[in-house]
């Protein structure tokens, strides 16, 4: 099974549905907050979300989503990469809830060739979240830095540092 893409597989165009999708819940946003320090009452207490918001109910917080769709597009995106170079923009576009089933899927807008070093480039792409009734919620867009087969090769192929068993 592939794990990312080398620069030459990515084509300006294509979409990768990422899969599966991920339900959210309520302990899923709470512990994200407390890790995050989040402690916003929107998103932690339920009776100030009834009472004195607009939505009546808690939200999701937003760098939750924005973190399980770029962790979603692994696989799919950056699986390779050397590194990732830039988050060009995040976009909260809708409000995500407790119960909200989230899926992703990734354009990729351009791709460069380093003008440095000749084993990588560049890939643009943009990453959509959107919910089970198809609602996008969230739109990002990045830069990563994948590498090109030649260096996936010098450096072990499909599974580099996987020792083997000892017998």
């Known amino acids: 099974m592939q794990f990312g893409r080398y620069y030459e597989e990515f084509e300006v165009g294509?979409?990768?549905k990422h899969w599966p999708g991920k339900t959210v819940t309520e302990y899923d946003d709470h512990l994200f907050c407390l890790l995050t320090?989040?402690?916003?009452?929107?998103?932690?207490d339920a009776n100030y979300a009834e009472n004195t918001t607009d939505f009546g109910k808690n939200v999701v917080v937003g760098n939750y989503i924005y973190s399980l769709l770029?962790?979603?597009?692994?696989?799919d995106v950056s699986g390779k990469a050397i590194a990732n170079l830039e988050i060009e923009?995040?976009?909260h576009v809708k409000p995500t809830f407790h119960g909200d089933t989230i899926y992703g899927e990734t354009e990729v807008l351009d791709k460069t060739p380093s003008k440095s070093k000749?084993?990588?480039?560049?890939v643009y792409v943009e990453t959509r979240g959107y919910k089970q009734?198809?609602?996008v919620v969230c739109v990002f867009r990045r830069k990563?830095?994948?590498?090109k087969q030649s260096y996936g090769?010098?450096?072990?192929?499909e599974q580099p540092g996987r020792p083997e068993p000892k017998e």
Do not use: C, E, I, Q
């Open 89 to 91: 923009s995040l976009r």
């Open 37 to 44: 320090m989040n402690h916003h009452p929107l998103h932690m």
């Open 133 to 135: 009734d198809g609602t």
């Open 144 to 147: 990563v830095m994948v590498p």
């Open 70 to 75: 770029l962790g979603m597009s692994v696989p």
């Open 118 to 122: 000749d084993d990588r480039g560049v």
């Open 153 to 157: 090769d010098a450096r072990g192929g």
């Open 14 to 16: 294509a979409v990768y």
